[in-house]
């Protein structure tokens, strides 16, 4: 199973930015993992930032992003988005994507994981 991220790249402070993020495998079927995204800055452990069900039905935000971001899902194309709206320096991190079989959670225990893509923030 691979999953490749990307949209990472510079944005100024209030600005939007797009990342996506592609699962790909051949035994895995996409729409049977709930979906999140995680991200890590320099000397801070990763955290979560959002989620979403196997059907795109159901989603979390960690506290810090919502209403600012905004997950989606499309099972067609087998792909997991977060749109970063009115973003903040200390959303600069390195951002993950991740699957779980099990269904969306906070807590870090998901089955694959994304290679990362840089999120930079200017102010």
């Known amino acids: 199973v691979q999953l490749q991220a990307s949209g990472g790249g510079l944005v100024q402070a209030g600005g939007s930015l797009r990342l996506s993020c592609v699962a790909s495998?051949?035994?895995?079927?996409?729409?049977?993992?709930?979906m999140g995204w995680f991200r890590q800055a320099p000397g801070k452990e990763r955290e979560f930032v959002a989620a979403?069900?196997?059907?795109?039905?159901?989603?979390d935000y960690a506290d810090s992003v919502k209403g600012r971001f905004a997950i989606s899902r499309d099972n067609a194309k087998n792909t997991v988005s977060l749109q970063m709206n009115r973003v903040k320096p200390e959303d600069a991190a390195v951002y993950y994507c991740?699957?779980?079989?099990?269904?969306?959670?906070?807590?870090?225990?998901?089955?694959?994981w994304g290679q990362g893509t840089q999120v930079t923030v200017s102010s």
């Open positions: 991740a699957a779980r079989r099990a269904g969306l959670t906070r807590a870090d225990d998901y089955n694959f």
């Open positions: 495998g051949r035994t895995f079927t996409f729409s049977h993992y709930a």
């Open positions: 979403v069900s196997y059907a795109g039905i159901t989603s």
